[in-house]
């Protein structure tokens, strides 16, 4: 085995100081979670309650496997936004009678589970993920349908959702639906576009529009139970597959469902893995406050990895892109982490015949990002930045294995391109508290705008404000610093979760878990052109 020695020195004040500084981080990231929690607030959770119903995630809870984890998606959707933390929706992938599946509940308690634009969006992710790794999809459904004020951005993109659905199981991905209450107008597509769906009696309402609409459509008198009750569906309508008598056997009806699905996984599981040899408590303590001092990306590697067993792929050459093989809970993985922030040819060259050797291998690939970006200057210009950084993009663009991508510390520029950010697919995105993304570095960002001012001023022999300046400087790098820390993004969905670092591992090993329920197939050429 080729065991990497760690040289983290867990007592110094440089550790201590990191530590700190992660540990308040995540002080802040789990208050921001806390809302997501509390959903519509008290007030709306106890009115839930007294009618004898349970939340989203108690829904999930009883839908999973006893004692399995479920990882949660985007929990932090619409964040910074005018809407709830969570965008009404909960997400991610459990466990259900032994097969992971894609699960995915309104929360009734926010407007009655109306549907905003983080909502879909949020929504939308999930299908994208339960497509890509062929994971059944379980919807548990709560929903007025869309939150009317928003329409203008629901409506047309929203008709993806059904879109989803239909393509889901025409690719010979299960859907269930299990509807718990209001499923109305657009939202009554969602049983009705899927494979299963189970309603439950005095409590689940299906109906394209419900009885004022249908007065003021047709003049027809009508009531909720006749119009879309889950009776009239299970005998009249035959758009209700099960009836359950309430909630609790609604839930264990679709696990039966799932049961008999006959779905298997392309890849069996692996034996049962080493863990590191090294504690990954320590994973706190090595990204510095200041993402401008490197770190060195071996100490995360060595306690994320099984055994911490890792076999480093041209360690002498273009040294500040760390690359190299590795298994961790039991999937073989090719890793691809940025030591000293900035991307040379010589890195970018390294990385493209690395996943290059991957799509040969048919292994995923982990990409743990902290880079600035590729090199600039007359000198790397000169030398073919451009086309070498071009080379290293074209392969992660065409690269057929599933990608991984986690975000450390800085994300910045192409090299966030390159590294395998958000626009080029990677299965699952992930952000430590300690990541920063955005074009550039705050600092950068504003001194670049400052020369261009100032060259613009001289240019018409105007005098330049130094004093406007600095004030516009200190704005611009505010705005950016705020616009790049990893809840704003993630509120955006930009990524699928801020994680603490120490569950980087098991984050990772479910996610592995999840991608090898789909085959795992490498690209054997289709790069397209490589400059030389």
């Not at 995105?429 to 990541?435: I, K």
């Amino acid at each position: 085995m080729t065991v990497l020695a760690s040289a983290l020195d867990t007592g110094g004040p440089d550790y201590t100081a990191h530590r700190a500084a992660m540990l308040d981080k995540l002080a802040a990231l789990d208050a921001e979670h806390a809302k997501a929690l509390a959903g519509g607030g008290e007030k709306y959770t106890a009115r839930h309650r007294k009618r004898g119903k349970l939340l989203a995630r108690e829904r999930i809870e009883l839908l999973v496997d006893p004692d399995s984890p479920f990882l949660e998606l985007s929990p932090l959707a619409a964040w910074g936004s005018d809407y709830t933390v969570g965008a009404s929706l909960v997400t991610g992938i459990g466990v259900v009678e032994g097969v992971e599946c894609l699960i995915t509940a309104n929360d009734p308690t926010v407007r009655g589970g109306a549907s905003n634009p983080w909502t879909l969006k949020k929504a939308l992710r999930a299908n994208e993920i339960a497509y890509a790794n062929r994971l059944p999809v379980i919807s548990l459904v709560e929903s007025g349908g869309a939150d009317l004020p928003s329409q203008k951005e629901i409506f047309i993109p929203g008709g993806a959702l059904f879109r989803d659905l239909t393509r889901l199981s025409a690719a010979g991905i299960p859907t269930v639906a299990v509807v718990f209450g209001n499923s109305t107008a657009g939202g009554a597509y969602v049983p009705g576009m899927s494979d299963h769906a189970v309603m439950i009696r005095e409590r689940s309402k299906v109906f394209l529009g419900g009885p004022p609409l249908v007065k003021m459509a047709t003049g027809e008198e009508s009531d909720d139970e006749s119009l879309g009750g889950a009776e009239m569906h299970a005998r009249t309508s035959g758009l209700a597959d099960h009836y359950a008598v309430d909630e609790a056997d609604a839930i264990r009806q679709a696990r039966r469902i799932v049961a008999r699905l006959n779905h298997r996984k392309a890849h069996p599981d692996p034996a049962q893995a080493e863990p590191p040899t090294y504690d990954p408590e320590e994973l706190l303590g090595i990204v510095p406050g200041d993402l401008k001092t490197p770190f060195d990306p071996r100490e995360v590697i060595a306690r994320i990895v099984d055994g911490s067993d890792f076999d480093e792929f041209k360690p002498l050459y273009g040294t500040s892109l760390t690359t190299g093989w590795a298994r961790l809970h039991g999937y073989p993985v090719g890793i691809l982490a940025n030591a000293q922030g900035v991307l040379f040819s010589a890195e970018s060259q390294k990385a493209a015949q690395f996943i290059q050797l991957a799509n040969q291998r048919d292994i995923p690939l982990v990409f743990l990002h902290n880079t600035t970006g590729y090199m600039v200057g007359k000198e790397y210009e000169q030398g073919g930045i451009i086309k070498h950084g071009a080379m290293m993009i074209n392969a992660v663009s065409n690269s057929k294995v599933p990608h991984l991508s986690v975000l450390m510390g800085a994300s910045y520029g192409a090299g966030h391109y390159g590294m395998c950010g958000r626009a080029y697919d990677p299965r699952f995105l992930f952000a430590w508290p300690s990541a920063k993304s955005a074009v550039m570095g705050p600092q950068q960002l504003a001194g670049v705008l400052s020369i261009v001012a100032r060259a613009s001023a001289a240019a018409k022999g105007q005098p330049y404000d130094d004093e406007a300046d600095a004030g516009l400087r200190a704005l611009v790098e505010a705005q950016i610093e705020s616009e790049s820390l990893p809840m704003f993004l993630s509120g955006r969905l930009y990524d699928d979760g801020v994680i603490d670092p120490r569950d980087t591992r098991t984050v990772l090993g479910l996610c592995l878990s999840a991608i090898h329920t789909a085959p795992v197939e490498g690209a054997r050429g289709g790069f397209g052109v490589f400059r030389m």
